[in-house]
């Protein structure tokens, strides 16, 4: 367990950080009819943002507001209900998670205390019940006395299955596993809308981050099931609110060099070391942020996943 817990934060280490010392403070901005989205910054966990350096969003519903995911930290839940309160004075009646990392349900509890009910696939909250200590020790070195009064709460109301449908205040949401940044994670479709909630299934503006527990194979078929959907807009877990093109471009393709190229290398027992040389400049992708610290791991953790096969 401690040896997850130092890779988390190592891997928090890594990543660059833009974040100004000022409080980060955000804001609703509108996608659609009743749906927005909260665009953290692309940066790093600290305490001036409270641990949202992710992506957000909600559904304001006749009988109250759908909220998916809710932050990493009591203080950072409190500062997505205010963001909330910009656009409507509805209860937050259903919190639902895309995920089991930190950003994505540490945050539950404070939003149950205030009456809402917290939702996600069963094995996403299998994951944030197994790592909730790890994530919370990691958070302490990020947020010291911010992380005070944040309370582990796994999302209670289970939805078996690898998909599932949920119909909440006159919307419908679709869950459908992803599995492939974090255990557990997940996207959802509101196709009455057209608009996909990517959870980290998609990063723009920000290269993807490989963690040691991700899987290549499992987002480059996420992300196929996620394109044949053609949702209209994508908010993706880092990055602006966009297009299924750029979320192609910077999610999908790198899902695709990652397999077709690096696993490919590895199936054929190419030695790793030239792999990794032969590819470390790669132009496409070198526009986005955090390129520089993480393509080489990138590809190191994709050669060894398909190495393993």
């Known amino acids: 367990m ?31 009819d009743n749906v927005y989205a909260i665009v953290g910054p692309l940066g790093q966990r600290n305490a001036e943002n409270d641990g949202l350096n992710a992506n957000f969003g909600f559904v304001v519903t006749p009988a109250g507001v759908i909220l998916i995911d809710s932050g990493a930290s009591r203080a950072g839940a409190e500062k997505l209900e205010k963001a909330i309160r ?22 539950n509890d404070y939003f149950a205390g ?28 990020f947020l010291g006395e911010r992380l005070r009064g944040t309370k582990p709460l796994p999302a209670t109301r289970k939805l078996n299955g690898d998909m599932a449908t949920l119909e909440l205040g006159g919307e419908t949401l679709e869950l459908r596993y992803s599995d492939a940044h974090f ?4 996207m959802i479709f509101l196709p009455k809308h057209g608009i996909v909630f990517g959870g980290d299934l998609v990063y723009v503006d920000r ?19 996620l394109a044949a959907l053609k949702p209209a807009r994508i908010v993706p877990g880092h990055g ?14 790198y899902y695709d060099f990652l397999a077709d190229v690096i696993g490919a290398a590895a199936k054929e027992m190419e030695a790793m070391d030239e792999v990794i040389k032969r590819h470390a400049d790669h132009a496409a992708f070198r526009h986005l942020e955090n390129y520089d610290s993480l393509h080489r ?13």
């Open 86 to 107: 910009a656009v409507t004075d509805k209860p937050v009646r259903w919190v639902v998670n895309t995920g089991s990392q930190d950003h994505r349900w540490l945050g």
């Open 240 to 253: 602006r609110v966009c297009d299924l093109a750029q979320a192609q471009r910077e999610s999908g393709d």
């Open 183 to 186: 255990p557990g994670d997940a």
């Open 297 to 309: 791991a990138n590809m190191n953790r994709a050669f060894t996943e398909f190495e393993a096969e």
């Open 114 to 141: 205030r009456g809402a009910e917290t939702i996600a696939l069963d094995r996403t909250a299998a994951t944030q019940a197994k790592y909730a200590a790890q994530h919370m020790e990691g958070l302490e070195r």
């Open 207 to 225: 290269l993807l981050a490989i963690l040691p527990w991700s899987s290549v194979r499992k987002g480059q078929r996420a992300f196929k099931a």
């Open 2 to 32: 401690r040896l997850i817990s130092f890779l988390i934060g190592a891997m928090f280490a890594v990543l660059s950080s833009t974040a100004a010392c000022a409080e980060y403070l955000p804001k609703a901005e509108l996608v659609a």
